[in-house]
């Protein structure tokens, strides 16, 4: 298929970064492949397989604990990685960065130990209806355990979070905000630095998953006055396996490792053991080596690209879906309308196309897209649907592959309204 959507943004030669990503010149059934399942996870570019294959080729060794060469390596790779991730969500310091296995981990990490630690009995734990379900069973399950409250910030029917009630839903005995940055279902990006100063006014920390923010948009930590900020590399262009958590150092000093043993102590006795330093402190047993260095290639792909750039390209790309879907009047799409207010994730629904049904048809046509509740089960009960199609968009994506896109699910339409 064409790529000449590269002039959709000018800053960014959309063609070149295309031949950057291997996997983007498949068929699938004798299709070009048009990529659309971003949410789910991104693609590879090069740069980031060639670092797996070279930490494995070349200097395969554990960390922090070898003398020899490889070993040293290894470790200064892995470091430096941690580095990168730090700089690219704007850490105040590398420390404040635990590598996790994806956003899950890091958002269980926290609610397994601080929040374990401060959350009682009629506390409060704020939250909202669009949540991930990582981002809602953890609080569900400490709520339960500790007798506090779960309560939602309201929505409004176009997806945003209705922020009048802000005041009455954050109050003193709010513990934790746990908010979401950029909605997986909806799209909607949420204004996390209001919430975070509304957190804080109540004396309550603010927990940001940022798995679909962090790959998509600028994103600075510190400016968004986030406690903790969850993330997954998987969808950031690096491999599966590795993720992190931010906390903020002084939260993070305070804090008890969830799990123990080797890598996280200082000294051990047969009695007990003191802890290691961060961040190794929460960080036990081996960990994710070639993946964690990956990630932090990942994270220079991002950053040659600009993440202004990326973002830009993707609002330029949205605002042109949602345009071509507007022309399709047998789909309800969801979320806000404003490309201000979102990111390139667009859910629809007809009632009388499963998902599912559509999500083959169009596979068949070589069109990846996801089908199902998207791990947001509460959420499609609020729309009113078993669940949605959803394509999700990302810098290597073009108005071309949207008008594919388009075209394939006018041709669903068709076939199962007429069998043609
Ligand atoms: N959403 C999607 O297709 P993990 O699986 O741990 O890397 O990410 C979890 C997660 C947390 N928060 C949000 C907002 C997410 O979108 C996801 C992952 C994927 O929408 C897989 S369900």
Redesign the pocket.
């Known amino acids: 298929m064409a790529t000449q959507a590269a002039s959709a943004q000018p800053s960014l030669d959309v063609a070149r970064i295309r031949e950057d990503f291997p996997i983007l010149n498949r068929m699938v059934y004798g299709k070009p492949l048009v990529y659309l399942d971003n949410?789910?996870t991104s693609q590879k570019p090069r740069s980031v397989i060639e670092s797996l294959v070279d930490y494995y080729e070349n200097y395969n060794a554990n960390v922090h604990r070898g003398v020899h060469s490889l070993s040293m390596e290894a470790t200064d790779a892995m470091e430096a990685a941690r580095t990168k991730v730090a700089k690219f969500v704007g850490a105040e310091t590398d420390e404040c960065i635990i590598w996790t296995r994806?956003?899950?981990e890091s958002l269980n990490l926290v609610a397994h130990t601080w929040a374990r630690a401060h959350v009682h009995e009629g506390d409060e734990i704020v939250t909202t209806p669009m949540e991930?379900h990582?981002?809602l069973v953890p609080w569900q399950e400490l709520a339960i355990a500790k007798g506090a409250k779960l309560r939602f910030l309201p929505m409004t029917d176009e997806g945003t979070l209705d922020l009048t009630a802000v005041d009455s839903v954050i109050s003193k005995r709010t513990k934790l905000v746990a908010v979401?940055q950029a909605?997986?279902s909806l799209g909607t990006i949420n204004p996390v630095e209001e919430l975070a100063q509304a957190a804080h006014a109540h004396g309550a920390k603010i927990l940001v998953?940022g798995?679909?923010s962090a790959p998509h948009m600028p994103v600075n930590v510190q400016d968004l006055g986030a406690d903790f900020f969850a993330f997954?590399g998987?969808?950031m262009m690096g491999p599966t396996g590795i993720?992190a958590l931010y906390t903020k150092r002084e939260i993070l000093d305070e804090m008890e490792p969830l799990l123990t043993g080797g890598e996280m102590v200082l000294q051990v006795t047969y009695e007990k053991a003191s802890w290691a330093d961060l961040p190794m402190r929460f960080e036990a047993g081996t960990p994710n080596i070639a993946d964690a260095i990956a990630f932090g290639v990942a994270t220079d792909y991002l950053n040659n690209l600009g993440m202004d750039n990326v973002r830009k390209h993707e609002e330029s790309l949205t605002e042109y879906a949602l345009e071509r879907f507007s022309q399709i009047k047998e789909f309800t799409v969801f979320g806000p309308r404003s490309v201000e207010l979102r990111g390139g994730i667009i859910s629809f629904h007809n009632e009388n196309l499963h998902p599912h049904d559509l999500g083959t048809y169009l596979d068949r046509q070589g069109i990846a897209i996801?089908t199902g509740h998207?791990?947001t089960m509460p959420l499609m009960g609020k729309l009113g649907v078993p669940a949605t199609a959803r394509a999700s968009l990302y810098v290597y994506n073009t108005e071309a592959e949207i008008d594919c896109l388009i075209e394939a699910i006018n041709g669903a339409l068709r076939y199962f309204r007429n069998g043609s």
């Open positions: 949410a789910a994806n956003a899950t991930h990582s981002n979401t909605s997986n998953d798995a679909q997954s998987h969808k993720g996801r998207h791990c």
